[in-house]
């Protein structure tokens, strides 16, 4: 069986259309567990009309703790041989757990099997469409970039979750990337290169400086949480774990309406390693986020 966990926080509006994707999986043995963390809208009066399901658990609880505990409270309340976590803001495919589960029971080295996803930009009115690739040992490609991506994703073995551990509630940000680097050590990464989720992304317009901060202190965290790991790349890869760091702060920042935090990020990275497509995205901080998301679509 597969645990399904659903987080939730005062998104009732949204949380409906996550949950009517997770129950028309083709793929019918699974549970669905939903955890409210700290909800005061109609999030109580929404999960009611779902009472006479007997594959739903809800499990709310107040004050809220946050996602990390959130997810983490739902895994520890789950049955199954896996675990799949969907974001209350995103929804699946049909298809997504049966062609995940058949994948993970191909190969006995497997502990984690991740899909491509159809990026949505709501306010925006953009789409594009992101198609990994990368299988097998990722431990080290981990280190540079996060391709594994959302939380929404992966099909997970529990027993491995069991031995790495869950979510770290020490972080502020990324700590989806920080389970993937630990669980990477266990075992074979594999892939479905099919869009499988729809990944929907709300922006403010506004400038949120303390939400790039959060990354810049989670990416701190990390690089220490894992020095042993980074200490052993060769210093040509300490170099691309570097500017892969400054362009992922330069994009959070640019995503967060701060073109000139972006910028200096941006200029960060071509110092440390020189690459055109790092100078293209610099180029772009001087225009809008939609003109970047536009261009975003055809690389």
Request: proline share 2%; charged share 25%; net charge positive.
């Amino acid at each position: 069986m597969v645990s399904v966990i659903i987080t939730t926080h005062n998104r009732c509006n949204l949380l409906d259309r996550a949950i009517q994707s997770v129950l028309n999986q083709i793929y019918k043995d699974f549970e669905l567990i939903v955890v409210a963390d700290g909800c005061t809208d109609g999030t109580d009066s929404l999960m009611k009309k779902y009472e006479s399901e007997k594959r739903i658990q809800y499990i709310h609880y107040s004050p809220a703790k946050g996602g990390n505990y959130a997810r983490n409270k739902g895994a520890q309340n789950s049955r199954g041989e896996f675990i799949a976590f969907l974001d209350d803001d995103d929804e699946w495919l049909p298809e997504k757990l049966e062609l995940q589960v058949a994948k993970i029971r191909e190969d006995p080295e497997c502990v984690l099997v991740y899909t491509g996803i159809r990026v949505v930009y709501v306010n925006e009115c953009i789409e594009y469409s992101s198609i990994p690739k990368a299988n097998g040992d990722l431990s080290k490609v981990l280190l540079f970039n996060n391709i594994i991506g959302s939380t929404s994703t992966p099909l997970i073995k529990k027993s491995v979750l069991d031995n790495s551990g869950l979510f770290d509630e020490q972080l502020g940000a990324l700590q989806d990337y920080d389970l993937w680097l630990r669980i990477s050590e266990f075992g074979k990464v594999l892939v479905i290169p099919k869009e499988m989720v729809n990944y929907y992304n709300y922006t403010t317009g506004k400038q949120v400086s303390a939400i790039t901060d959060r990354y810049v202190d989670a990416i701190a965290y990390i690089n220490k949480k894992y020095s042993r790991r980074i200490n052993n790349l060769s210093p040509e890869e300490k170099v691309i774990k570097e500017s892969c760091d400054y362009y992922l702060l330069a994009n959070k920042a640019m995503r967060n309406n701060n073109k000139k935090l972006s910028r200096s990020y941006f200029i960060k990275a071509l110092r440390v390693r020189f690459r055109l497509k790092y100078l293209i995205y610099y180029v772009f901080t001087f225009t809008s986020y939609r003109t970047l998301l536009k261009f975003r679509r055809y690389i």
